[in-house]
Each structure stands twice: as structure tokens, then as C-alpha cells.
């Protein structure tokens, strides 16, 4: 079965998944990817081109009419290649609604058409505006969309629309998590066309590196209160609040550290303002780490993984180290990692008070962060990791293709 994949890019952390499809007997990947920079890839986000073991095909990505990226010469790419399957994803699943010949294509040539979704920021269609009303779009630099008057109305109204008419041209949907499952059925996708894979990070190889890490020496001097984050520094990571909450712990646990690893345009603002709290010594920046085994060994060497703002595999990786999580609303695969009280905690979003009064329960308490962090660990091995992850995708994939 051969499946035809198209990604804005290829992060580092999506090769290891497709290698093991691919690698899956009767399976054949091949990923179509813009050439450069693709405007749909965030400021920062590390590509790789190595250990790549399917076919990768590069085309030209341009701006279309509707003002959204798309990719050129799609249709050639796809009547060369011949799939059995095709998936895409935002915002590349639009040139199918407002090119209808090339879904014209698709459909005559028997290919089954899969979109591939966390979902992220969609409503149920019957509170699309509601919705969105109590949360406007934004991107990563949190520049919001305004969310009132005529042009709010028309533009809810024609997303809506354009939403109910992909997902019932789809032959079924591939999702990162269970909330897609009602989401989509409200747009007249019939949930047994609704698979939920989960997403997960190469924890074959984090699970190996951590067993070589623990036979080495410490990268940091020991400290029992250390926190860590990794994560590009931008705005909708929302670091600054971790520091400020930081800053309100310190106050009481006075050898608090805060380790940040990632890099990003926000970088001089955050360093600015831990001077600015009188806590810049306690505030450790590392520039990203890609490294499987430096990554893991900075896990090890701290005590919770809190996530303030947007992201989600992140996550996965702290559950492998068997760290605590205290996140709050980050991209929805949070809800299936991350459970109340049993390997971690949920703050009010945005509230740097209610992240502080979390981070000070769990150093009151280091048993419940021994016990919550192997709760993580339980979770990684058992339920969401790159095996489960790639056998729920071959199992959607022969599902698709055999049934419907």
C-alpha cells in the first residue's frame, strides 16, 4: 500500500514515525514537502533531512487566491506516484475545497483521501460561534483576530462551511486526540471514519539513551527544586509566565531553578525580564537541544516538566524521563497524556498565581512527585508511544483502505 503524505516540513521528531511505517511490511511512504521555508512551519521549528528512509519529493509552495498556502504541481506529483492513499492536513486540506478539480481527481482515481488533525482551535459546528467568541484565533506570537461585528459573523460562517464540506469529502480523519472524535461527527463525519493515533516522540531511542545517561556524570550541579521547559521561545510557549510564577516560588523555596532549553526571537525579552525579578540567577537558558541523550540527561537532572503555554510533544518526552507535568491549556494532546492528580497537574490558563500555587504543592510533597512520575512513565509504556502510535496508524490506513 503505497500512502502519499504532504507536511510543511519535516521536524525532527516526524521522521522516526514514518521510518516505521514504512518499515512496515506492505507499506511504502512517500512525503511531498515545499522546498525552503514553508509559511505554514512556526519561526524556529528544526528540520531534518537525516536517517530518512522513504522518499521524499520537493515542490514549490505558493500563496493562493484564498490567501492560504498550497503546494504546486500537486496533481502531477499525485498522478505520478499513483497512491493507494493520500493524506494532508491544514491548511493544505483547503486547496481540495476551493480547487474542486483536484479533488475531482482524487475521487476518479480512487485514491482514499485522508486529513491528518490534532484538532486544535475547532469547535463543534453547532458552537463554532460561541466558540470562538471565547476564543479568538491567534498565532503564535498571540496576535489575536478580532471576534465581533458583520466580518466576525461571515468569516465563523464560511470557516464553518468550508469545514463541513472537507470533512464530508474525506474518507476518514487521523487525530492526535480523542476530542476529535465528537468534533468531527458534529460536521457529519461518521465516527467510525474517525481514528485517533495519538503523537509521540522516538521514545525507542529515549528509552535507550536514558538507560546509558544514568551510568554518566551529572551535566548540573544536584538541585531538588529545578524545574524545566523545552520549547521554542515564542510568545504562545508563554515562558514569561512561568518565570514571573517562578519568581512568586522563590519566595518560599529560595534554591528554585528554572532550566529553559530552546531558542527563539523572544529570547532577549525573557532574559530581560528575569533581571528585571531578580531571579536571573536562577534562571538557566540552554539553546536548543536536539541531542537525544542531552536531552534525556537534562530531564533527569530535574524535578517537573511544566509546560505554560502551547505545544504538546514536549510532554511526552518529560513522561518518558518520568517527570511530573503541570500544564494547562496547551494543544488538546494534553488531555490523553496528562491526568489530574496522577501524573500531574493543571493550572488556570494564563495565571501565573495558580501555576505558582501548583509548583508549590508538588515541592510540599516530593513523595507525590515520585509517585506522579512514575504514573508517567506507566503511561509512556503502556498506552502512547512511537510503537502504539505507528500500529494505530496502520491499522487506520488498512481500515480505510479495505473498508470504506
Given at each position: 500500500?503505497k500512502?502519499?503524505?504532504?507536511?510543511g516540513?519535516?521536524?525532527h521528531y516526524?521522521i522516526?514515525?514514518l521510518?516505521k511505517?514504512?518499515?512496515?511490511?506492505?507499506f511504502?511512504?512517500v512525503?511531498?514537502?515545499?522546498k525552503?521555508q514553508?509559511?505554514?512551519?512556526?519561526?524556529?521549528?528544526?528540520?531534518?533531512?537525516k536517517?530518512i528512509?522513504?522518499k521524499?519529493?520537493?515542490t514549490d509552495?505558493?500563496?493562493?487566491?484564498?490567501r492560504?498556502?498550497?503546494?504546486k504541481?500537486?496533481?502531477?506529483i499525485?498522478?505520478e506516484?499513483?497512491?493507494?492513499?493520500f493524506?494532508?492536513l491544514?491548511p493544505?486540506i483547503?486547496?481540495f475545497?476551493f480547487?474542486?478539480?483536484l479533488?475531482?481527481?482524487i475521487?476518479?482515481?480512487?485514491?482514499k483521501?485522508?486529513?491528518?488533525?490534532?484538532?486544535?482551535?475547532v469547535?463543534k459546528?453547532?458552537e463554532?460561534?460561541s466558540y470562538?467568541?471565547a476564543?479568538p484565533?491567534y498565532?503564535?506570537n498571540?496576535k489575536?483576530?478580532?471576534?465581533?461585528g458583520?466580518f466576525?459573523i461571515?468569516?465563523?460562517s464560511?470557516?464553518?462551511?468550508?469545514?463541513k464540506r472537507?470533512?464530508?469529502f474525506?474518507?476518514g480523519?487521523?487525530?492526535?486526540?480523542?476530542?476529535?472524535?465528537e468534533?468531527?461527527?458534529?460536521?457529519?463525519l461518521?465516527?467510525?471514519?474517525?481514528?485517533v493515533?495519538y503523537?509521540s516522540p522516538d521514545t525507542?531511542?529515549?528509552l535507550?539513551?536514558?538507560e546509558?545517561?544514568?551510568?554518566?556524570a551529572l551535566?548540573?550541579?544536584?538541585?531538588?527544586?529545578?524545574?524545566?521547559?523545552v520549547g521554542?521561545l515564542?510568545p504562545?510557549?508563554r515562558?514569561?509566565?512561568?518565570?514571573?510564577s517562578?519568581a512568586?516560588v522563590?519566595?518560599k523555596y529560595?534554591?528554585?531553578?528554572?532550566?529553559?532549553?530552546?531558542?527563539g526571537?523572544?529570547?532577549?525579552?525573557?532574559?530581560?525580564?528575569?533581571t528585571?525579578?531578580?531571579?536571573n540567577?536562577s534562571?538557566?537558558f540552554?539553546?536548543g537541544?536536539?541531542?537525544?541523550?542531552l536531552?534525556?540527561?537534562y530531564?533527569?537532572e530535574?524535578t517537573?516538566?511544566?509546560l505554560?503555554?502551547m505545544?504538546?510533544?514536549?510532554?511526552n518526552?518529560?513522561m518518558?524521563?518520568?517527570k511530573?507535568?503541570?500544564?494547562?491549556?496547551c494543544d488538546?494532546?494534553?488531555?490523553d497524556l496528562?491526568?489530574?492528580?496522577y501524573?500531574?497537574?493543571?493550572?488556570?490558563?494564563?495565571?501565573?498565581?495558580?501555576l505558582?500555587?501548583k509548583?508549590?504543592y508538588?515541592f510540599?510533597n516530593?513523595?507525590i512527585?515520585?509517585?506522579m512520575?512514575?504514573?508517567s512513565e506507566k503511561?509512556?509504556?503502556?498506552?502512547?508511544?512511537?510503537n502504539?502510535?505507528?500500529?494505530?496508524?496502520?491499522d487506520?490506513?488498512n481500515k480505510?483502505h479495505?473498508?470504506?
Open positions: 500500500m500512502v502519499l503524505f504532504t507536511f516540513g519535516l521536524p516526524l522516526p514515525l521510518n511505517i514504512n518499515a512496515t511490511e506492505g511504502e511512504v512525503v511531498v514537502i515545499p525552503g514553508s509559511k505554514t512551519i512556526g519561526k524556529g521549528v528544526k528540520q531534518d533531512n536517517g528512509e522513504f521524499v519529493i520537493h509552495e505558493y500563496i493562493t487566491y484564498y492560504k498556502p498550497f503546494l504541481n500537486l496533481k502531477f499525485l498522478k506516484e499513483n497512491p493507494d492513499i493524506i494532508t491544514w493544505y483547503l486547496g475545497v480547487y474542486p478539480s479533488l475531482y481527481f475521487k476518479r482515481s480512487k485514491i483521501f485522508i486529513l491528518r488533525e490534532i484538532p486544535f482551535c469547535p459546528q453547532n463554532a460561534f470562538y467568541k476564543h484565533i498565532d503564535e498571540l489575536f483576530e478580532k471576534n465581533r458583520m466576525f461571515l468569516k465563523t464560511l470557516l464553518t462551511f468550508i469545514r472537507y470533512y464530508n474525506i474518507d480523519s487521523i487525530n492526535y486526540t480523542n476530542s476529535a472524535v468534533i468531527q461527527s458534529s460536521y457529519g461518521k465516527k467510525d471514519r474517525i481514528f493515533t503523537n525507542d531511542t529515549l535507550m539513551v536514558k546509558e545517561a544514568k551510568k554518566e551535566l548540573m550541579k544536584p538541585c531538588k527544586y529545578r524545574i524545566i521547559h521554542r515564542v504562545w510557549k515562558v514569561d509566565l512561568l518565570i514571573r517562578v512568586i522563590k519566595d529560595t534554591e528554585t531553578e528554572l532550566l529553559i532549553i530552546g531558542n526571537p523572544q529570547k532577549n525579552d525573557l532574559l530581560q525580564l528575569s528585571n525579578l531578580n531571579i540567577s534562571v538557566i540552554v539553546d537541544v536536539y541531542d537525544s541523550k536531552l534525556v540527561k530531564m533527569m530535574s517537573i516538566y511544566i505554560a503555554g505545544g504538546g510533544l514536549s510532554i518526552e518529560a518518558v524521563v518520568g511530573p507535568i503541570i500544564c494547562s491549556v488538546g494532546t494534553e488531555k496528562v491526568r489530574e492528580n501524573n500531574g497537574l493543571y493550572f488556570k490558563e494564563g495565571d501565573e498565581i495558580s505558582a500555587e509548583i508549590k508538588l510540599d516530593p513523595q512527585i515520585e509517585k512520575g512514575r504514573n503511561i509512556i509504556f503502556e498506552e502512547i508511544n512511537i502504539t502510535v505507528k500500529q494505530n496508524f496502520i487506520a490506513l480505510i479495505n473498508t470504506f
